[in-house]
C-alpha cells in the first residue's frame, strides 16, 4: 500500500516539475519568436490627441489619415478641429483636454506660431510627445518632428504650372498683365506666396529676352549692351511690379469681394490670379466666375475641396496644389505612435505637393491624392 | 472475498489516475507544441514579409538616387539609368510578388500595402513618361522641378505607407505574440492547478487508504480476539466431555482416548480404587456432603500422585491410576499401597472428620491382554469386587492368564 503511495506521489511531483519546465520552455520561446521595435507592446492602445485648423476638407482628410493610422497601427485618435485659422484659443484648450485625457501625444496644425507654446510647455513637461504638422511653431524647440509639404515648394509648384500654361499658349511675359494673389490669413500664405513670386519671376527672367545687339562699332558695343542690360532689367522690374495682393482674407465671401475689388468690372488687366488656401481658391473662382472671366484669367488654387475641383472641370480653376492631407494625418499618427514607443523619426519630413488640374485629375495617383479611401 | 473486491478498487483508481496524468501530458504537449509552431510560423512569415517591403524600399531609393544624381548632373548615361531602373523595378515586383504570396497578413496591413503598391506604380508610369527633353537639353532648373515637384511627393509617400506596413505587420506580430503569451500562461495556469488538484487528490486518496487500513487493522484484531474467546470456549467444551466436573479430574472417556491405541502392543501398570461403602457418606450427609469428600479425597490423590501415575475419575468414587512407563511391577504395588493409605486417612469436610476404608486392583497389563478399554477395566473391577467381597480394605491383582 506505502509503495504504491509513494509511486503515485513521485507521479504527481513528477507532472508539477514537468509543468514547470514547460512554463520556462514556453517563456523562452515566446521571447525567441518576438517581434523587434514598437510591435511588441501591451496593454490598451495609448491615446493620441489630433488637433487641426479649421472645418475644411483638407483637415478631414487629415483626421481621415489619422484615424486609419490609428487603426492599424493600435491607437486611440482624439480628434479636435478648431473654429478658423486663426483661432488658437480652442487649440489651447484642446492641449490641455488632452493632458487631462492622459494622452500620450498631441499631433497639431497650429493656428498661432507663437500662442500655443505656454500648452505645449504644460504638455511636454507631463511627458506628452509633440508633433507638428502643416505649419510650423515659431520659437519652440520640443517639437519631436515637423511634417508638412514645404509652403515655398507648394509656391513654386503653382509657379511652375503657372509658366507650363503660359508656355502652351504661347504667352508673352512682357505683355502678360497683372499677377493677383489673394492670400489666407494663416502663417503659411506667405511662404506659398515667396515660393510662387519667386519661381515665376525666374521663369519670367528666362522667358523675357535680352534685347539683341546688333552694333558693330567695338566703341558703341559696351553702351548698347549696357543699354540692353538696362532694358531687360527693366522688363524684370516691370514683371515684379505685376505682382498684386490682396487683403488677407479667411473666408470665402471675403475672398470673393477682395477678389470682385481687384477686378473690378471687366478684370482690371489682371491675366493671372493665385489663391493660397482652399477658402481663397472658391471665392477668387466665385468672383472669376461671376465677371465671367473663366477663360481670360489663369486662376490657381490650393487644396482640393470637392467644389475646386468642379472649378477645374468647369474651366473655372486651371489647376490646385494638392499637399496630400491624408499622409499628413496618417504619418502624423504613426511618428507619434513611434515616439510613444521610444523609436526616433525623422524631425522634419517634406511630404511634398502635388499640381492637379483638368487632364491629370483621373490619375491613379491623383485618384489616391483626392480620395485616400478609394484604395 | 471483500479484501479482494476493495483491493481491485484500489487499484482501479490507480490506474485512472495514471490515465488521467497521461492524458493531462499529451493534451499539454499538443497545446505546448501548437503555440510553439504559431510562434514559429508567425516568426517566419513577418521575417519573410519584413524582407520583402524592405527590398521594395531599399530598390526605390535606389532609383530614387539615381534620379537625384541625374538632377544634379552626376550621371549623365541615360542608357544605362534606364537599364539599372527597369532591374531595379524588377526587383519590387519580384518582392511584391513574395509578400502577395503570403498568407494570413491583416486587413490592415493589405490595405496599407495596397495604397504603397499603387503609389509605386504610379512613380514607375511617371518616370516612364518623363519627358527627356529637360534630361538632354541640360536645364538643371527643370530637372530640379521635376524632381523635386513630380517625383519625391511620390517617392516619399510610397516610403512612408511601406514603412507602415512594416510597423502594421510587427504590430500584428506583437498581437500574435501576446496572444501566444497569454495562452502560455492560461495553459501553465491550467496544468499547474491541474496539478495541484492531483496532489491534493493524492493526500486525500492515501488519508482515505491509511484510515481504511487502519479501520481493518481493527477488525483483524477484534477478530482474532473473538477466535481466541472461540477456542477457550470449544477447549472448556472439550475439556467438560473428558473431565470429571467435580474432582477436576479426567473420565473414563479420557482414559478410553489415552489408552485404546496402547492396548494391542503396549505394557503398562494400571490400577483401580473406590471407597468402601461410599453410599453410607451420601445416605447419612447427603449428596453435597459426599461431593465435597470426594473433591478432597481427589485433590489430594492429585497432589501426591499425579507425579507418577495420569489420575481418572472413571465414576463416582472410582478413581483409575495409569502408572507412568518407568514405574515397574513392584513399584506399582508399592504406589498402589500409598494410595490406599492416603484414600483411607481422615479428611475434615465441612468440619467433620471423615475417614472411610478403600480397595483397589492393580493390573500388570502385557500387550493383547484386552480387546479394548471396556474389557480391561471390566477385569480390574471384577478384581476389586472380589476384594470388596472379602470384606474390603484391601489390593487385589489382576491375574494374567
Same mark, same amino acid.
Given at each position: 500500500?506505502?509503495?504504491?503511495?509513494?509511486?503515485?506521489?513521485?507521479?504527481?511531483?513528477?507532472?508539477?516539475?514537468?509543468?514547470?519546465?514547460?512554463?520556462?520552455?514556453?517563456?523562452?520561446?515566446?521571447?525567441?519568436?518576438?517581434?523587434?521595435?514598437?510591435?511588441?507592446?501591451?496593454?490598451?492602445?495609448?491615446?493620441?490627441?489630433?488637433?487641426?485648423?479649421?472645418?475644411?476638407? *483638407?483637415?478631414?482628410?487629415?483626421?481621415?489619415?489619422?484615424?486609419?493610422?490609428?487603426?492599424?497601427?493600435?491607437?486611440?485618435?482624439?480628434?479636435? &478641429?478648431?473654429?478658423?485659422?486663426?483661432?488658437?484659443?480652442?487649440?489651447?484648450?484642446?492641449?490641455?483636454?488632452?493632458?487631462?485625457?492622459?494622452?500620450?501625444?498631441? !499631433?497639431?496644425?497650429?493656428?498661432?506660431?507663437?500662442?500655443?507654446?505656454?500648452?505645449?510647455?504644460?504638455?511636454?513637461?507631463?511627458?506628452?510627445?509633440?508633433?507638428?504638422?502643416?505649419?510650423?511653431?515659431?520659437?519652440?524647440?520640443?517639437?519631436?518632428?515637423?511634417?508638412?509639404?514645404?509652403?515655398?515648394?507648394?509656391?513654386?509648384?503653382?509657379?511652375?504650372?503657372?509658366?507650363?500654361?503660359?508656355?502652351?499658349?504661347?504667352?508673352?511675359?512682357?505683355?502678360?498683365?497683372?499677377?493677383?494673389?489673394?492670400?489666407?490669413?494663416?502663417?503659411?500664405?506667405?511662404?506659398?506666396?515667396?515660393?510662387?513670386?519667386?519661381?515665376?519671376?525666374?521663369?519670367?527672367?528666362?522667358?523675357?529676352?535680352?534685347?539683341? !545687339?546688333?552694333?558693330?562699332?567695338?566703341?558703341?558695343?559696351?553702351?548698347?549692351?549696357?543699354?540692353?542690360?538696362?532694358?531687360?532689367?527693366?522688363?524684370?522690374?516691370?514683371?515684379?511690379?505685376?505682382?498684386?495682393?490682396?487683403?488677407?482674407?479667411?473666408?470665402?465671401?471675403?475672398?470673393?469681394?477682395?477678389?470682385? $475689388?481687384?477686378?473690378?468690372?471687366?478684370?482690371?488687366?489682371?491675366?493671372?490670379?493665385?489663391?493660397?488656401?482652399?477658402?481663397?481658391?472658391?471665392?477668387?473662382?466665385?468672383?472669376?466666375?461671376?465677371?465671367?472671366?473663366?477663360?481670360?484669367?489663369?486662376?490657381?488654387?490650393?487644396?482640393?475641396?470637392?467644389?475646386?475641383?468642379?472649378?477645374?472641370?468647369?474651366?473655372?480653376?486651371?489647376?490646385? +496644389?494638392?499637399?496630400?492631407?491624408?499622409? @499628413?494625418?496618417?504619418?502624423?499618427?504613426?511618428?507619434?505612435?513611434?515616439?510613444?514607443?521610444?523609436?526616433? +523619426?525623422?524631425?522634419?519630413?517634406?511630404?511634398?505637393?502635388?499640381?492637379?488640374?483638368?487632364?491629370?485629375?483621373?490619375?491613379?495617383?491623383?485618384?489616391?491624392?483626392?480620395?485616400?479611401?478609394?484604395? | 472475498?471483500?479484501?479482494?473486491?476493495?483491493?481491485?478498487?484500489?487499484?482501479?483508481?490507480?490506474?485512472?489516475?495514471?490515465?488521467?496524468?497521461?492524458?493531462?501530458?499529451?493534451?499539454?504537449?499538443?497545446?505546448?507544441?501548437?503555440?510553439?509552431?504559431? /510562434?514559429?510560423?508567425?516568426?517566419?512569415?513577418?521575417?519573410?514579409?519584413?524582407?520583402?517591403?524592405?527590398?521594395?524600399?531599399?530598390?526605390?531609393?535606389?532609383?530614387?538616387?539615381?534620379?537625384?544624381?541625374?538632377?544634379?548632373?552626376?550621371?549623365?548615361?541615360?542608357?544605362?539609368?534606364?537599364?539599372?531602373?527597369?532591374?531595379?523595378?524588377?526587383?519590387?515586383?519580384?518582392?511584391?510578388?513574395?509578400?502577395?504570396?503570403?498568407?494570413?497578413?491583416?486587413?490592415?496591413? @493589405?490595405?496599407?500595402?495596397?495604397?504603397?503598391?499603387?503609389?509605386?506604380?504610379?512613380?514607375?508610369?511617371?518616370?516612364?513618361?518623363?519627358?527627356?527633353?529637360? &534630361?538632354?537639353?541640360?536645364?538643371?532648373?527643370?530637372?530640379?522641378?521635376?524632381?523635386?515637384?513630380?517625383?519625391?511627393?511620390?517617392?516619399?509617400?510610397?516610403?512612408?505607407?511601406?514603412?507602415?506596413?512594416?510597423?502594421?505587420?510587427?504590430?500584428?506580430?506583437?498581437?500574435?505574440?501576446?496572444?501566444?503569451?497569454?495562452?502560455?500562461?492560461?495553459?501553465?495556469?491550467? @496544468?499547474?492547478?491541474?496539478?495541484?488538484?492531483?496532489?491534493?487528490?493524492?493526500?486525500? *486518496?492515501?488519508?482515505?487508504?491509511?484510515?481504511?487500513?487502519?479501520?481493518?487493522?481493527? $477488525?483483524?484484531?477484534?477478530?482474532?480476539?473473538?477466535?481466541?474467546?472461540?477456542?477457550?470456549?470449544?477447549?472448556?467444551?472439550?475439556?467438560?466431555?473428558?473431565? /470429571?466436573?467435580?474432582?477436576?479430574?479426567?473420565?473414563?472417556?479420557?482414559?478410553?482416548?489415552?489408552?485404546?491405541?496402547?492396548?494391542?502392543?503396549?505394557?503398562?501398570?494400571?490400577? +483401580?480404587?473406590?471407597?468402601?461403602?461410599? $453410599?453410607?457418606?451420601?445416605?447419612?450427609?447427603?449428596?453435597?456432603?459426599?461431593?465435597?469428600?470426594?473433591?478432597? +479425597?481427589?485433590?489430594?490423590?492429585?497432589?501426591?500422585?499425579?507425579?507418577?501415575?495420569?489420575?481418572?475419575?472413571?465414576?463416582?468414587?472410582?478413581?483409575?491410576?495409569?502408572? /507412568?512407563?518407568?514405574?515397574?511391577?513392584?513399584?506399582?504395588?508399592?504406589?498402589?499401597? /500409598?494410595?490406599?493409605?492416603?484414600?483411607?486417612?481422615?479428611?475434615?469436610?465441612?468440619?467433620?472428620?471423615?475417614?472411610?476404608?478403600?480397595?483397589?486392583?492393580?493390573?500388570?497389563?502385557?500387550?493383547?491382554?484386552?480387546?479394548?478399554?471396556?474389557?480391561?477395566?471390566?477385569?480390574?473391577?471384577?478384581? @476389586?469386587?472380589?476384594?470388596?467381597?472379602?470384606?474390603?480394605?484391601?489390593?487385589?491383582?489382576?491375574?494374567?492368564?
Amino acid at each position: 500500500m506505502n509503495k504504491r503511495k509513494s509511486i503515485f506521489r513521485a507521479i504527481a511531483s513528477c507532472t508539477l516539475s514537468a509543468m514547470m519546465l514547460i512554463s520556462a520552455g514556453c517563456g523562452k520561446s515566446q521571447n525567441a519568436g518576438g517581434p523587434g521595435g514598437q510591435g511588441g507592446q501591451g496593454g490598451p492602445p495609448p491615446k493620441i490627441a489630433v488637433i487641426t485648423k479649421q472645418q475644411l476638407s *483638407f483637415w478631414d482628410d487629415v483626421k481621415k489619415g489619422a484615424e486609419d493610422a490609428g487603426k492599424e497601427l493600435g491607437a486611440q485618435i482624439l480628434y479636435t &478641429v478648431a473654429t478658423s485659422d486663426n483661432d488658437y484659443v480652442s487649440q489651447v484648450a484642446a492641449i490641455k483636454e488632452a493632458i487631462a485625457a492622459d494622452a500620450k501625444a498631441i !499631433v497639431i496644425a497650429p493656428n498661432s506660431p507663437t500662442e500655443l507654446n505656454s500648452a505645449f510647455d504644460e504638455a511636454v513637461a507631463k511627458g506628452i510627445k509633440i508633433v507638428n504638422i502643416n505649419s510650423k511653431v515659431n520659437d519652440y524647440g520640443k517639437i519631436d518632428s515637423f511634417i508638412r509639404s514645404s509652403d515655398i515648394d507648394s509656391g513654386a509648384v503653382a509657379a511652375r504650372n503657372v509658366a507650363k500654361i503660359l508656355e502652351n499658349k504661347g504667352a508673352d511675359y512682357e505683355k502678360l498683365g497683372k499677377i493677383a494673389i489673394i492670400g489666407h490669413t494663416a502663417s503659411t500664405a506667405e511662404e506659398r506666396i515667396e515660393g510662387f513670386i519667386s519661381v515665376l519671376t525666374s521663369y519670367a527672367a528666362q522667358k523675357i529676352k535680352k534685347p539683341t !545687339v546688333t552694333e558693330t562699332d567695338p566703341d558703341k558695343l559696351r553702351e548698347a549692351e549696357e543699354a540692353a542690360e538696362a532694358e531687360y532689367n527693366s522688363k524684370l522690374e516691370k514683371f515684379s511690379k505685376s505682382f498684386i495682393q490682396g487683403d488677407r482674407v479667411a473666408e470665402r465671401k471675403k475672398a470673393e469681394e477682395e477678389s470682385l $475689388r481687384l477686378l473690378g468690372e471687366d478684370g482690371n488687366g489682371i491675366s493671372i490670379m493665385f489663391a493660397t488656401n482652399t477658402n481663397t481658391t472658391l471665392g477668387v473662382c466665385d468672383a472669376v466666375s461671376k465677371l465671367k472671366l473663366d477663360d481670360k484669367i489663369i486662376v490657381i488654387g490650393f487644396n482640393s475641396d470637392e467644389e475646386e475641383l468642379s472649378f477645374i472641370r468647369k474651366g473655372t480653376l486651371d489647376g490646385t +496644389v494638392v499637399q496630400n492631407p491624408y499622409m @499628413m494625418g496618417y504619418v502624423g499618427v504613426r511618428y507619434a505612435k513611434r515616439l510613444i514607443g521610444g523609436t526616433s +523619426v525623422t524631425c522634419d519630413l517634406d511630404i511634398g505637393a502635388t499640381f492637379v488640374n483638368g487632364s491629370n485629375m483621373n490619375d491613379e495617383y491623383i485618384q489616391l491624392l483626392l480620395y485616400p479611401d478609394k484604395f | 472475498m471483500a479484501k479482494g473486491k476493495s483491493k481491485f478498487k484500489n487499484s482501479g483508481a490507480y490506474i485512472a489516475a495514471a490515465i488521467l496524468v497521461a492524458v493531462m501530458y499529451i493534451v499539454n504537449a499538443i497545446l505546448v507544441d501548437r503555440i510553439y509552431w504559431n /510562434n514559429s510560423n508567425v516568426s517566419q512569415t513577418t521575417s519573410r514579409v519584413m524582407n520583402s517591403l524592405n527590398k521594395i524600399n531599399g530598390q526605390l531609393s535606389e532609383i530614387n538616387n539615381d534620379t537625384i544624381a541625374i538632377a544634379a548632373n552626376l550621371k549623365t548615361d541615360m542608357e544605362a539609368i534606364t537599364k539599372d531602373t527597369e532591374a531595379r523595378y524588377g526587383n519590387i515586383i519580384d518582392a511584391e510578388h513574395a509578400f502577395e504570396a503570403t498568407e494570413g497578413l491583416s486587413d490592415e496591413a @493589405m490595405r496599407r500595402y495596397n495604397y504603397a503598391k499603387n503609389i509605386i506604380n504610379s512613380y514607375k508610369q511617371k518616370l516612364d513618361a518623363m519627358g527627356t527633353s529637360a &534630361v538632354t537639353s541640360g536645364n538643371y532648373q527643370e530637372m530640379g522641378y521635376i524632381l523635386k515637384q513630380d517625383i519625391y511627393p511620390m517617392q516619399v509617400t510610397a516610403s512612408e505607407m511601406l514603412t507602415s506596413t512594416i510597423d502594421i505587420v510587427s504590430a500584428d506580430t506583437g498581437k500574435i505574440m501576446r496572444k501566444n503569451t497569454i495562452q502560455s500562461y492560461l495553459l501553465m495556469t491550467m @496544468m499547474l492547478v491541474v496539478a495541484i488538484l492531483g496532489e491534493i487528490a493524492v493526500w486525500l *486518496f492515501a488519508r482515505k487508504a491509511k484510515k481504511a487500513r487502519l479501520e481493518l487493522e481493527e $477488525r483483524e484484531k477484534s477478530l482474532a480476539e473473538v477466535d481466541a474467546k472461540l477456542k477457550t470456549t470449544r477447549q472448556k467444551a472439550s475439556d467438560l466431555a473428558v473431565i /470429571n466436573v467435580l474432582t477436576g479430574m479426567k473420565n473414563r472417556y479420557a482414559l478410553d482416548n489415552d489408552i485404546n491405541d496402547r492396548l494391542e502392543s503396549g505394557r503398562f501398570q494400571i490400577a +483401580v480404587f473406590d471407597m468402601d461403602n461410599f $453410599r453410607s457418606i451420601n445416605d447419612t450427609y447427603g449428596y453435597d456432603f459426599g461431593d465435597e469428600y470426594l473433591a478432597a +479425597v481427589a485433590e489430594k490423590l492429585k497432589e501426591e500422585f499425579s507425579e507418577v501415575a495420569e489420575i481418572y475419575n472413571i465414576t463416582g468414587n472410582e478413581f483409575c491410576f495409569v502408572f /507412568n512407563k518407568n514405574i515397574s511391577e513392584s513399584q506399582a504395588m508399592g504406589i498402589a499401597q /500409598n494410595i490406599q493409605r492416603v484414600m483411607s486417612s481422615p479428611y475434615e469436610v465441612l468440619n467433620l472428620a471423615v475417614q472411610l476404608p478403600c480397595s483397589g486392583a492393580v493390573y500388570h497389563y502385557l500387550p493383547g491382554d484386552c480387546l479394548n478399554v471396556n474389557s480391561l477395566l471390566v477385569k480390574l473391577d471384577t478384581a @476389586m469386587r472380589n476384594a470388596k467381597m472379602n470384606g474390603g480394605n484391601m489390593i487385589s491383582t489382576v491375574m494374567n492368564i
